[in-house]
């Protein structure tokens, strides 16, 4: 009876241990408050994805709808915090079977940070997905307004007149400062069809000239050969056509009788959505050579080039005036139309700010998480030096410790903000911003994932963790020991 308490009390402290339980991230356990807390923002962040999926950012939905994408970026700072520790755990005895104690040493410390030391990826992920997803709709304006401009001229400039070219006036224009190629297309607009009441455009080209040019800009390329006039004059135009043209004449003969009187018979044996020449859903495009020579006379000059001077195109083509009605086109001012709108230039500051403001506090959150621990990692830094670490050994370890935390929200960033693009894009339209107050040959322009708005804010965490652990390693090695460890003592 004498030895039950003693015994008792023995067996109840056969280990040591401290009498709180460990409060780091590796063995925490998220309470049920949390989890109850977690599971509410999830549901939000569903409902204002969905929402915005099925009515779009015009339709009702108020400031959860416009709250998406901090949203999912703040579910998924909390899954990550909840991930956090497996691949440290994971990693640990690898590291420990390493020569050396640096790596072990460091993934070590970086497990056993307490978890209000990881509440920072909660900001370093909001604010990566924010500037993901301005960056993203800033390129998908900007993509929208050159593939409009595009579609619109057809190339670089265009030159183009109500009647035929004057004679000369191609190799001129292929002599004027930054122009590099030059492809004449004869263009009418008033083709009649078998019936003899719809109309239709007609362009001859030189199939050649055309194919490199429909490749070089994206518009509806094909081979040259699959257009080339064949045989002699009785065998048909092969033709490449709009989908609604092909439509309406099928793939079978049939006559077109073009401005000047003439008529042909064509077979469609190509189709495309867009064709340079055109810029309108209905063309019809053959080899100019099967036509007569009063159709095949060029009304339109298509160039490609850089820098090209538009006062010299002007001149050159008879237009010194400049006036509005001018027949010289050229792609970059057609595309500075579409950006003449105080709604347009409002809304791009506002996501520009986005970007600005999501960078800033994505590397404000990581510089202030790694300025807390500062005074405990100088006074590591200065206990370890009594016991032979160097200098570079002591660089390594901060910059190693801090890049656990680092990574993982520069990945995690990317990838949400990837996600919540993909996710949000159905429900977006960006066709006001881009295009307001001019018609739109684009039709709806879309959300786009751009990666040089995901990979930048990402790698600038990374360049920010891993600059400030090492600054902070030089600086304590030039205070000394025996100075931090005061210091530390003093705190």
Do not use: C, M, N, W
């Given at each position: 009876a004498c030895a039950a308490l003693p015994v008792r009390a023995c067996v109840a402290h056969r280990a040591v241990r401290v009498h709180d339980g460990r409060r780091d991230v590796a063995s925490a356990r998220p309470s049920r408050r949390r989890t109850v807390a977690e599971l509410t923002a999830v549901a939000l962040a569903l409902g204002a994805v969905e929402t915005l999926r099925r009515r779009g950012a015009s339709g009702t939905g108020g400031d959860l709808v416009s709250a998406a994408p901090v949203l999912i970026g703040v579910i998924a700072a909390l899954v990550l915090v909840r991930l956090y520790p497996l691949p440290l755990r994971r990693l640990a005895r690898p590291a420990g079977r390493l020569r050396g104690a640096v790596?072990?040493?460091?993934?070590?410390?970086?497990?056993?940070?307490?978890?209000?030391?990881?509440?920072?990826?909660?900001?370093?992920l909001t604010a990566l997905t924010t500037a993901?997803?301005?960056?993203?709709?800033?390129?998908?304006?900007?993509d929208a307004r050159d593939r409009a401009a595009l579609l619109t001229v057809g190339a670089d400039a265009r030159i183009e007149e109500t009647g035929p070219l004057r004679d000369g006036l191609s190799d001129r224009v292929r002599g004027t400062s930054g122009v590099r190629d030059v492809v004449e297309v004869g263009l009418t607009y008033q083709a009649k069809?078998?019936?003899?009441?719809?109309?239709?455009?007609?362009?001859?080209?030189?199939?050649?000239?055309?194919?490199?040019?429909?490749?070089?800009?994206?518009?509806?390329?094909?081979?040259?050969?699959?257009?080339?006039?064949?045989?002699?004059?009785?065998?048909?135009?092969?033709?490449?056509?709009?989908?609604?043209?092909?439509?309406?004449?099928?793939?079978?003969?049939f006559r077109i009788r073009v401005e000047d009187?003439?008529?042909?018979?064509v077979r469609i044996g190509l189709v495309r959505d867009r064709t340079p020449a055109v810029s309108g859903e209905d063309f019809l495009v053959v080899d100019r050579a099967g036509l007569s020579a009063e159709a095949a006379r060029p009304t339109v000059l298509l160039l490609t080039g850089d820098r090209m001077d538009a006062g010299a195109l002007r001149r050159t083509a008879g237009d010194d005036a400049g006036a509005?009605?001018?027949?010289?086109?050229?792609?970059s001012e057609e595309r500075d139309r579409y950006v003449d709108s105080p709604l347009q230039t409002g809304a791009e500051r506002v996501y520009a700010g986005a970007v600005v403001a999501g960078t800033g506090y994505a590397v404000l959150a990581l510089l202030l998480s790694l300025l807390r621990a500062a005074p405990e990692r100088a006074a590591l830094l200065a206990r370890l030096r009594t016991m032979g670490l160097t200098r570079a050994q002591g660089r390594r370890l901060l910059v190693l410790e801090s890049l656990p935390q680092a990574v993982l929200a520069a990945a995690g960033g990317a990838l949400t903000g990837w996600a919540a693009i993909?996710?949000?894009?159905?429900?977006?339209?960006?066709?006001?911003?881009?295009?307001?107050g001019a018609a739109s040959p684009v039709g709806r322009a879309e959300l786009r994932t751009d990666p040089w708005s995901l990979a930048l804010p990402a790698v600038a965490v990374l360049v920010v963790a891993v600059g400030v652990a090492g600054v902070q390693a030089w600086w304590s090695g030039r205070r000394g020991s025996v100075t931090e460890l005061r210091a530390g003592d003093a705190r």
């Open positions: 790596g072990h040493l460091a993934l070590a410390r970086a497990g056993r940070t307490s978890v209000s030391a990881v509440l920072p990826l909660l900001a370093l993901a997803f301005g960056g993203s709709v800033l390129a998908g304006v900007t069809g078998p019936d003899g009441r719809q109309t239709l455009p007609v362009a001859g080209v030189d199939p050649a000239a055309y194919a490199r040019l429909a490749a070089r800009t994206g518009l509806g390329s094909f081979e040259a050969e699959e257009l080339k006039r064949r045989g002699g004059s009785e065998e048909p135009l092969r033709a490449l056509a709009s989908p609604s043209v092909a439509e309406r004449f099928g793939t079978g003969q009187g003439t008529s042909v018979t509005e009605t001018s027949a010289v086109t050229l792609r993909r996710l949000l894009a159905p429900g977006l339209d960006l066709t006001t911003i881009a295009l307001a």
